[in-house]
């Protein structure tokens, strides 16, 4: 038995094909593009594993989505491809258009003809599991209830449009043609191998260099912050058991602004890598001009997922944010090797000098 993951030499695909191989005996086709965020540093652990098989290649090419499905005959896709940082979105949309929408369509076109040839019982069988985000229901005030499935879409920046398409494609797939698939939507996550351009990551590594730690606005965004190792016990979760068509919201059930992540980073460090003079990190905080459009609040009901598939979050935002801090400061090789001079420049963009 085979999946086909894309986009696996990510952040949250790394850890999802490491926690498939570890809990399962099926081989994983690992499908990546290599783009900066992928990294196959991330997938050390699994070298000489002849369960884990890396392909080089990206979602829009068809030919090869659909050499790699005729080849290794796949019981289910978990596309976990795509462009995810707002910011990047900001300054360049047009990566996000060609990946998020027109590569799923291209996948969702291979998948169709690979699905529609199949031999019963794998024709039924089948599922394609698309992995999103609730930035696709757009901003909530203070006082609104937290997203349910059935909340409106309403993206805000060019990321989350492309999502909120890809979502529709993949729906119209399966209303129009009768794929089986499974769509979740997920709250921020964080852990091991997060591209440090993301909050919890950009303030551990700029904490530790003595840098400034750039806060957005008044820092004042609420955001659902999920651990990444949970979200891929969902995904398996969804993938076993859950109902062809459905989307199923995936949270941690931790609502926090973001001022309070920082304070929770630097706390963790004031106490597991102290600074020789005893200053707190929260010293090197600094608020800086905040970005465009800039959703005030997400927030995840993760009830259905619950109540149908008996999944919850394992870890508390206590446990998790401490295993994050600690596995960044056990793998500084790690980080120090994506610390390119691309990545160098682009924050220096982002944040000022």
């Known amino acids: 038995m085979t999946v086909l993951v894309t986009g696996g030499a990510g952040f949250i695909g790394s850890n999802f094909v490491l926690d498939w191989l570890a809990q399962s005996d099926e081989t994983v086709i690992n499908l990546d ?12 652990a699994l070298a000489g594993n002849p369960r884990h098989v890396f392909v080089r290649g990206d979602i829009g090419d068809v030919n090869l989505v659909a050499q790699l499905l005729a080849e290794h005959r796949p019981r289910a896709v978990v596309n976990l491809a795509a462009e995810s940082h707002v910011d990047r979105s900001i300054h360049g949309p047009g990566e996000f258009i060609e990946t998020n929408i027109v590569g799923t369509f291209h996948l969702l076109e291979a998948v169709r003809a690979y699905w529609g040839g199949m031999p019963e019982p794998q024709h039924s069988g089948f599922r394609l599991l698309h992995v999103s985000t609730d930035e696709v229901y757009g901003s909530l005030s203070a006082d609104e209830p937290a997203f349910t499935e059935n909340h409106r879409y309403e993206p805000n920046s060019p990321y989350s449009a492309s999502k909120a398409a890809s979502d529709h494609l993949v729906r119209a797939y399966h209303h129009t043609y009768g794929l089986p698939v499974l769509t979740t939507n997920c709250s921020n996550n964080y852990g091991p ?21 750039p806060v957005y606005g008044d820092g004042r965004q ?14 398996r979760r969804v993938l076993e058991a859950g109902r062809v068509g459905e989307s199923y919201n995936v949270g941690g059930w931790n609502e926090k602004p973001n001022i309070d992540i920082v304070h929770a980073v630097c706390a963790l460090l004031d106490e597991l890598r102290p600074h020789v003079d005893g200053i707190s990190y929260r010293e090197q905080i600094s608020f800086v ?12 009901d993760a009830r259905k997922i619950e109540r149908e598939l008996g999944w919850k ?5 206590g446990s998790g944010i401490r295993k994050t801090v600690q596995w960044y400061l056990e793998n500084r090789e790690w980080v120090n090797a994506v610390q390119s001079g691309g990545y160098r420049d682009w924050v220096a963009k982002q944040y000022g000098a």
């Not at 993301?198 to 590594?205: A, D, E, H, T, Y």
């Not at 001009?289 to 995840?300: E, F, K, L, S, V």
Request: aromatic share 10%.
């Open 33 to 44: 593009k290599l783009t900066y965020a992928g990294n196959l540093q991330n997938l050390a």
């Open 193 to 213: 191998y997060h591209f440090p351009e993301k909050l919890i990551p950009l303030m551990i590594v700029n904490a530790l260099a003595g840098k400034p730690l």
């Open 222 to 235: 609420v955001r659902d912050w999920l651990y990444v190792k949970d979200h891929c016990s969902a995904i």
């Open 289 to 300: 001009t905040d970005r465009p459009g800039h959703d005030r609040r997400y927030a995840i």
């Open 313 to 317: 979050p394992a870890e508390t935002f």
